[in-house]
Each structure stands twice: as C-alpha cells, then as structure tokens.
C-alpha cells in the first residue's frame, strides 16, 4: 500500500508585491501518493516558493494546498531539505537530528545515519563533515521528520557531479524503503529523468506549467538510453518557450 499522502495544490493567486504581476495565478497541480514529481524550470520561476506552499511555511496565497485532504498549515511538517544543509554547527550530527523531532530517540537517528552512509560518524559536528556528508545528514533529519512527505529544493546544488550521484543513490535507496510522496525541485533534467516519475516544467510569471511529462519506464529500470530521452524531452519543451532568433 502507498505509503506517501496525495497532494492537491490549487492557488488563486500568490505575489509579494502589490504592484507586481502574481507569482502563481490560477495554478493547479495534483501528485499521486508515492510518487517522485520533478519541478524543472529555471532560478526565480517559484520552484522554490511553491514549497514552501505545500510546507505550510509560506501561507500568505489565495487557494488551498491540501495533504491527504488536510490544509496544508495543518498537516504534519514535511520532511525539508533545503539548498544548503543548515545544520546547527554547535550539535553533532546525531543531535542535528534529533533537534527537530523532540521524539526521536538517539537509536533511531543513529539508524537514520547509518541508511545514508553515515555509520560512525552520529557524533560528528558539522565543520568535521565534508559537504556531501552535511546534506546526507540534512536528508536524514528529513526522513526523520516525516517519512512520508519529502520536498527536496535542489538538494544537489554546489555538489560535483560525483558526490550528487552518490547522494541520488542514497535518495533512491530511502525512496524505495519509505515510499514517501516527493516533490523535488531542479533546474537540471538529468537529476528529473534519475530520481522523478514525473517531471512539470514550469516557465513564465506568472507561473504556467508548460509540459507534464510522464516517464513510461520506472525508474530502476532505465536505462542509459531512458534516461537519455527523457533528458531531450524534457529540453525540448524547454527549448519551445525559446523565442525564435
């Protein structure tokens, strides 16, 4: 059984200024439970605005985002990972963790370090960590925060491409574990055809949803191949709100 909520996001409208064109203006989007959905567009479109929407952080909008049929405000807090680790840096990495959910108990964050390759270093404080090591601990706080409902903003930025697929793989492997519901923001296709079932491509201001491609393959089985064609794909529709030379 789907184990993720579903999510059901309808916004009026959402500005910042008054005398501006809204961010969103009649913007709908429906995500499957447990499924993986892509937000791919470029910096500034409100990729990152539109989670802090469905976090419940943000509630300043007209419409309603519901988890599960809840409002958003009120449903439990999403498990957040943020473009930067932003982990407290006077708390080890077990302490990190548990900073957030008053509940965990140390064995259970410890277990969480060790499911993202991180065993032997719960007491580890952040400035003995490399960056790659800071966001696995960031991913884990999130799992620990809540399993079920992940939003992902573009963990992989300012990563070489080395560390990102180590990391996607420690994503995939706790996305097959929990199947949790993910939005999952980038700007880059390749980490959309890896990690997503789905990818909308947003574009504009206000924000339109360009194209919703859905993946026909799952995502363990692709191939390189696969992946490729999602990629084009994905670019291609990028590449039709080009204005013409």
Not at 84 to 113: F, G, H, K, Q, Y
Not at 155 to 179: G, K, M, Y
Not at 190 to 218: K, N, Q, S, Y
């Amino acid at each position: 059984m789907a184990r993720g909520p579903v999510l059901n996001i309808s916004i009026g409208a959402k500005r910042f200024d008054p005398a501006h064109a809204p961010l969103f203006s009649d913007f709908s989007l429906e995500v499957a439970p447990s499924s993986v959905v892509a937000l791919v567009g470029p910096s500034g479109v409100g990729k990152s605005t539109l989670l802090r929407l469905v976090a419940g952080i943000d509630t300043a909008y007209d419409g309603h985002i519901e988890i599960d049929g809840v409002p958003a405000r009120d449903a439990p807090p999403a498990g957040f990972v943020f473009q930067d680790a932003r982990l407290l840096p006077w708390l080890s990495a077990v302490d990190n963790i548990r900073a957030v959910r008053a509940e965990t108990t140390r064995e259970e964050a410890v277990a969480i370090l060790h499911r993202v390759g991180l065993a032997s270093f719960e007491d580890a404080y952040p400035h003995q960590l490399s960056g790659g090591m800071q966001r696995r601990v960031a991913l884990a706080r999130a799992v620990s925060v809540n399993p079920r409902l992940l939003l992902l903003d573009e963990p992989f930025v300012s990563l070489d491409r080395t560390l990102v697929r180590e990391i996607q793989s420690v994503l995939r492997q706790l996305i097959t574990l929990h199947e949790p519901t993910v939005l999952l923001v980038t700007h880059l296709a390749e980490d959309a055809a890896i990690l997503a079932d789905r990818a909308v491509v947003l574009a504009g201001r206000p924000v339109r949803t360009v194209a919703d491609i859905t993946f026909p393959t799952p995502r363990e089985s692709r191939t390189p191949a696969d992946l490729a064609a999602i990629v084009e794909h994905i670019h291609r529709e990028q590449a039709s709100l080009a204005p013409a030379a």
